[in-house]
C-alpha cells in the first residue's frame, strides 16, 4: 500500500488530467472539482461523481450505469470487479451519457 500524502498526490494529479481532458472534448455542460470530488454535470443534466476514498486508497466512479470502485495496481487504476481500467470505464460512461466519445490515456 502507498503513503497517504501518495495516494492524495496522484488522485489529485490524475483529477486535474480528467479535467482537461474533458474540457478540451467539450463533451460536457459543466466540470466542477471541489475538495477531492469531481463533478461532471451532462447536457441531460446527469451526473458522474468521482472522488477518492482515502481509507481504503480507491477512486469512486458513480455513473448512471452503476458505481465503481478503483484500486491503483502497478502504474493503473482497476476496476476491483470487473477488472477494467479507470480510462476505459470514464470513455464508457460519458459516452453512454452524452453521445460523445472522450478517449482517456491508459495512463491516467
Not at 441531460?44 to 495496481?73: C, L
Not at 487504476?77 to 470513455?91: F, H, I, K, M, P
Request: glycine share 6%.
Amino acid at each position: 500500500m502507498i503513503s497517504a500524502t501518495e495516494f492524495s498526490g496522484l488522485a489529485d494529479a490524475m483529477f486535474d488530467r480528467i479535467v482537461e481532458i474533458v474540457d478540451a472534448a467539450d463533451a460536457v455542460d459543466d466540470i466542477e472539482l471541489n475538495q477531492g470530488v469531481l463533478e461532471i454535470t451532462c447536457k441531460d443534466d446527469s451526473k458522474i461523481i468521482i472522488n477518492r476514498h482515502a481509507p481504503t486508497q480507491e477512486i469512486w466512479v458513480a455513473a448512471k450505469s452503476g458505481g465503481y470502485h478503483f484500486k491503483r495496481i502497478d502504474a493503473g487504476w482497476v476496476d476491483t470487479r470487473s477488472g477494467e481500467s479507470l480510462a476505459n470505464t470514464l470513455s464508457r460512461v460519458l459516452r453512454e451519457q452524452t453521445s460523445t466519445d472522450v478517449i482517456f490515456p491508459s495512463d491516467l
